[in-house]
């Protein structure tokens, strides 16, 4: 009896670990509530929401998390432009070391002021800088490096979602034309003529857009980054050996 309860959880499991961001993903397109929030929203919420009356295998859900996040690291760069880094690299590069300035800064000064009030304030300092630095899948990396509690990732993932949707929502409204008093627009339209032509501009565009390609095609290249994914990590073991 035990034993079928434990292959009940895992299996409720693994259905609404792969299942409920394969649904959000399709009904982003369909849904402006979920484009709107961003379908990593929505699967936290429908996980806390489960959580409150449902004990999932969590043994199992940690360890998916492990193996997703090691090879999500590859699949970040596989979308990567090099040709435009190398364009824009001295300015971007210079922006980028201001900006960790900024986060250690602040993330120094956050561990001193709530260390007293933190269970962890290293692990909260290690990972807020993370994730500003790197972004969702850099926190994830992180959290699992320190062996930080996962309920730890999920409030602090939660606590950025609250934080950044107002921000970016001032910063898309007000914020914007504020900075342009003082800093010039971007324009991306002559860069991207700069960079390559229209034609193939398009075909960039076709080989990377989520919503272009058919059901077939997207199976198709989800595969191939998997397997090139897979390889670059055992690669990287196999040189840690």
């Known amino acids: 009896m035990n034993i ?5 959880d895992s299996l409720l499991t693994l259905v609404f670990v792969f299942g409920v961001p394969i649904i959000l993903l ?5 849904i402006p509530l979920i484009n709107w929030l961003s379908p990593a929203f929505w699967c936290y919420a ?15 859900a940690q360890t998916i998390t492990e193996a ?21 690299a001295p300015k971007v590069f210079l922006s980028w070391i201001l900006w960790v300035i900024a986060i250690w800064t602040m993330t120094i000064l956050g561990f001193f002021i709530w ?31 320190i062996s930080a509690p996962p309920e730890l990732f999920v409030q602090m993932n939660l606590t950025d979602i609250l934080v950044s949707v107002p921000y970016l929502l001032l ?9 342009q008093l003082f800093l010039p627009p971007y324009d991306i339209h002559s860069l991207r003529k700069e960079r390559i032509a229209p034609e193939a ?15 077939k095609e997207r199976f198709k290249y989800i595969v191939l980054s998997l397997t ?7 690669i990287v073991v196999g040189l840690s050996l």
């Open 4 to 8: 079928a309860s434990v292959s009940s």
């Open 26 to 30: 399709n009904l982003e397109r369909r």
């Open 46 to 60: 429908v996980g806390i929401g489960l959580g409150i009356g449902w004990n999932p295998d969590t043994a199992l």
């Open 68 to 88: 997703v996040v090691v090879l999500a690291l590859p699949l970040l760069l596989f979308s990567a432009n090099i040709k435009d880094w190398f364009k824009l």
């Open 115 to 145: 260390e007293s009030v933190l269970a962890t304030p290293d692990a909260v300092a290690g990972m807020a800088s993370s994730v500003y630095i790197g972004g969702t899948v850099n926190m994830a990396a992180v959290q699992v490096a």
């Open 171 to 179: 910063m898309l409204t007000i914020g914007r034309k504020f900075y």
């Open 201 to 215: 501009e398009m075909r960039d565009v076709d080989h990377t857009s989520y919503h272009i390609h058919s059901a």
């Open 228 to 234: 090139l994914s897979i390889v670059i990590l055992g």
